[in-house]
């Protein structure tokens, strides 16, 4: 994160929050603060990280991504 304002400076982590918000927060009631924290924490953790399609990658999931590039890695190999 950079200045105060400024959204060019730190384009992926804007990308990011944006996400969050709409995918989980805007579309929770949270109780309480610990509540908040452990949702989050799973949305990332859980979802976001290992599930969650990303364009970056191909319309991939982290791990499918991964999973393709060790299978891709094995066929160069062998």
């Known amino acids: ?3 105060k304002g400024n959204c060019w400076d730190n ?3 804007e ?3 944006k996400t ?3 995918e989980l927060v805007y ?3 949270f109780y309480t603060k610990r509540q908040a ?3 989050i924490f799973e949305y990332i953790e859980f979802y976001y990280n290992r599930t969650r399609s990303h364009s970056y990658l191909g319309n ?3 791990n499918n991504f991964e999973e393709k590039d060790f299978m891709l890695q094995n066929e160069m190999l062998a």
């Open 60 to 62: 991939l999931s982290p």
């Open 37 to 39: 924290k452990k949702e």
């Open 1 to 3: 994160m950079s200045r």
């Open 15 to 17: 990308s990011f929050f």
């Open 11 to 13: 384009v992926v982590a």
């Open 27 to 29: 579309n929770t009631y």
């Open 20 to 22: 969050i918000k709409q």
